[in-house]
Antibody
Framework: QVQLVQSGAEVKKPGASVKVSCKTS????????MHWVRQAPGQGLEWMGW????????FYAQKFQGRVTMTRDTSITTTFMELSGLTFDDTAVYYC?????????????WGQGTLVTVSS | DIQMTQSPSTLSASVGDRVTITCRAS??????LTWFQHKPGKAPKVLIY???TLDNEVPSRFSGSGSGTEFTLTISSLQPDDVATYYC?????????FGQGTKVEIK
């Protein structure tokens, strides 16, 4: 069955970078875009962008351009989201979400989330 | 960006009740809307996509309807396992945007 397993919680200082991984299994890794979404405490869900594992093309939300980098390693069917220049406002749970294969480009499977805490 | 507005923000109902959650988009998203269920500490689980298509292995008590700017998620008979927060999300246009969530509790 399809599984998206994310890396563990991180604590970072302001100004640092964080890299979250999303290990996938159960489907053709290069066949489906992967999206990243975050949720800050008490806040709504915020879409960050996507990566096309087939070739590595990316598209980022304007808010995160220049600070986010999404990559993938096809040999281990894993995508990565790196966010730099962390501020306290980046404290959030970060999710990967696989886009559905076929006629509806919605997110059909999500990872369990990775808590990133920015603290001095 | 397309704004998604859900109502109510919280809902308390009895086991067996019919429950309806509404989602309104600030502009048409056609049928490109999904509903998902989120329990604390778990991965969100998709219930409905393309506004009204039930995802695999989702109980038939869940249903979705609507198109354009008005959508509803209905639980025909609320069960204890349905306690969760429910979100709508449009994927007509980037950036994807989400409703603020509806927390469903058992009375």
């Amino acid at each position: 069955q399809v599984q998206l397993v994310q890396s563990g919680a991180e604590v970072k200082k302001p100004g640092a970078s964080v890299k979250v991984s999303c290990k996938t299994s159960g489907y053709t890794f290069t066949g489906c875009y992967m999206h990243w979404v975050r949720q800050a405490p008490g806040q709504g869900l915020e879409w960050m962008g996507w990566i096309n594992p087939n070739g590595g093309g990316t598209f980022y939300a304007q808010k995160f351009q220049g600070r986010v980098t999404m990559t993938r390693d096809t040999s281990i069917t894993t995508t990565f989201m790196e966010l730099s220049g962390l501020t306290f406002d980046d404290t959030a749970v970060y999710y990967c979400a696989k886009e559905r294969w076929g006629s509806s480009p919605d997110p059909d499977y999500w990872g369990q989330g990775t808590l990133v805490t920015v603290s001095s | 960006d397309i704004q998604m507005t859900q109502s109510p923000s919280t809902l308390s109902a009895s086991v067996g009740d019919r429950v309806t959650i509404t989602c309104r988009a600030s502009q048409s998203v056609s049928i490109w809307l999904t509903w998902f269920q989120h329990k604390p500490g778990k991965a969100p689980k998709v219930l409905i996509y393309k506004a009204s298509t039930l995802d695999n292995e989702v109980p038939s008590r869940f249903s979705g309807s609507g198109s354009g700017t008005e959508f509803t998620l209905t639980i025909s008979s609320l069960q204890p396992d349905d306690v969760a927060t429910y979100y709508c999300q449009q994927y007509q246009t980037y950036p994807w945007t989400f409703g603020q969530g509806t927390k469903v509790e058992i009375k």
